[in-house]
T-cell receptor, first 116, second 111 residues
Framework: NAGVTQTPKFQVLKTGQSMTLQCAQDMNHEYMSWYRQDPGMGLRLIHYSVGAGITDQGEVPNGYNVSRSTTEDFPLRLLSAAPSQTSVYFC???????????????FGEGSRLTVL | GESVGLHLPTLSVQEGDNSIINCAYSNSASDYFIWYKQESGKGPQFIIDIRSNMDKRQGQRVTVLLNKTVKHLSLQIAATQPGDSAVYFCAEKEYGNKLVFGAGTILRVKS
């Protein structure tokens, strides 16, 4: 099993550009999520999904869109990149228990994004 | 490597010594706690978890202690090895809500 795979690992954007961070998992997890990690801070939840066709906002959703058309994939879209979105982005997945994510997350290797 | 540790507390220990990493959590309703380890350039990795009906749980070389009275969590690593060098995050969860991560602690192991 590859686990959680993120692409690209590194990306540099100019302000106003758009891009999509890809995330795929092969563990048949229903729950998938995106976090951002900034220096000196813990991981902050951007968006999450409890299954195909279902997405919801996390703690810091502004400036990002997500969709979940399949169980395996959960792309994160930046519509108009801003310097404040410079960060390391992590995709994570987990099982659900009683419809709620278990909290035991499996993370990808991360995507480092720089917005100039 | 990652620059996420610029302003994090740092614990330096000698190889072979025991390490204790502390975490204060904020939500008294949290009933599930997890420790994650993040090595440089990688994503966080699950280490051990504990539910609020327990005050201690042991794994392989790691022990998590939970003190709900003072909302404190600790991770003890026995016989610390160079491979234990990483950033360690505690995370708390209230049932039905999302996992909330702490800022992290850097563990440096001196050989």
């Amino acid at each position: 099993n590859a686990g959680v795979t993120q692409t690209p690992k590194f990306q540099v954007l100019k302000t106003g550009q758009s891009m999509t961070l890809q995330c795929a998992q092969d563990m048949n997890h229903e729950y998938m999520s995106w976090y951002r990690q900034d220096p000196g801070m813990g991981l902050r939840l951007i968006h999450y999904s409890v299954g195909a066709g279902i997405t919801d906002q996390g703690e810091v959703p502004n400036g990002y869109n997500v969709s979940r058309s399949t169980t395996e994939d959960f792309p994160l879209r930046l519509l108009s990149a801003a310097p404040s979105q410079t960060s390391v982005y992590f995709c994570a997945s987990s099982d659900l228990a009683g419809g709620v994510d278990t909290g035991e997350l499996f993370f990808g290797e991360g995507s480092r994004l720089t917005v100039l | 490597g990652e620059s996420v540790g610029l302003h994090l507390p740092t614990l330096s220990v000698q190889e072979g010594d025991n390490s204790i990493i502390n975490c204060a959590y904020s939500n008294s309703a949290s009933d599930y706690f997890i420790w994650y380890k993040q090595e440089s350039g990688k994503g966080p990795q699950f280490i051990i978890d504990i539910r609020s009906n327990m005050d201690k749980r042991q794994g392989q070389r790691v022990t998590v202690l939970l003190n709900k009275t003072v909302k404190h969590l600790s991770l003890q690593i026995a016989a610390t090895q160079p491979g234990d060098s990483a950033v360690y995050f505690c995370a708390e969860k209230e049932y039905g809500n999302k996992l909330v991560f702490g800022a992290g602690t850097i563990l440096r192991v001196k050989s």
